[in-house]
């Protein structure tokens, strides 16, 4: 398996084989839409990170530097539907790790995860602690998307300065996906 990061825009690489990986695990979940993912790349605010397997983008992750804090946001993880439950995940997940702390120079990183206890969101809840995550206890509800929230966060060296409270890691959270959509 190979791994990527792409801090420009490419579009060729998003249309042929980035969107349908996005879509299929995104679309009516709250998908950005592509335009504010471009925009996202135009602020130099993301990076795209692909894992790539006989020469085919077979998972995605979109993620961003969390303004004010040491911390790497995982925005978007997904995994293709035909390359599910091979460990795909794990392995573009331990590429960031080591990414974010050799090529971003980041001490920690930060997810946000739907707070509602179905078996998707405990099993998705499972791989994040699985990948070395610790939930927090607060819930944000935002005002513009019906489900609530949870924050987890991953210290990837002992001196960051990450919070663990989850309601301090939303600020930074709410800071990021405004700075997505200004502008755009």
């Not at 579009?11 to 980035?18: A, P």
């Not at 009516?28 to 471009?38: C, E, L, Q, V, Y």
């Not at 392995?91 to 509602?116: D, G, P």
């Not at 890691?169 to 502008?183: D, N, P, V, W």
């Amino acid at each position: 398996m190979e791994f990527k990061t792409i801090n420009q825009w490419d579009e060729q690489l998003w249309n042929d084989q980035v969107s349908r990986i996005y879509h299929q695990a995104f679309d009516g979940k709250g998908a950005k839409p592509d335009k504010i993912i471009r925009n996202m790349f135009r602020k130099r605010i993301c990076n795209l990170h692909v894992g790539i397997v006989e020469s085919q983008v077979a998972a995605m992750s979109l993620t961003g530097n969390l303004e004010g804090s040491d911390a790497l946001i995982i925005d978007y993880l997904a995994v293709d539907k035909e390359w599910q439950h091979r460990g795909i995940g794990m392995k573009l997940m331990n590429y960031i790790h080591e990414w974010a702390i050799t090529e971003a120079h980041l001490k920690s990183m930060v997810i946000e995860v739907e707070s509602e206890e179905t078996p998707e969101t405990v099993a998705r809840n499972h791989f994040w602690e699985k990948c070395g995550f610790t939930l927090t206890k607060y819930v944000h509800e935002y005002i513009w998307v019906p489900e609530s929230y949870r924050a987890m966060y991953l210290k990837l060296v002992p001196d960051t300065n990450i919070s663990e409270d989850g309601k301090e890691l939303f600020k930074y959270i709410e800071r990021f996906h405004k700075a997505s959509y200004q502008g755009s």
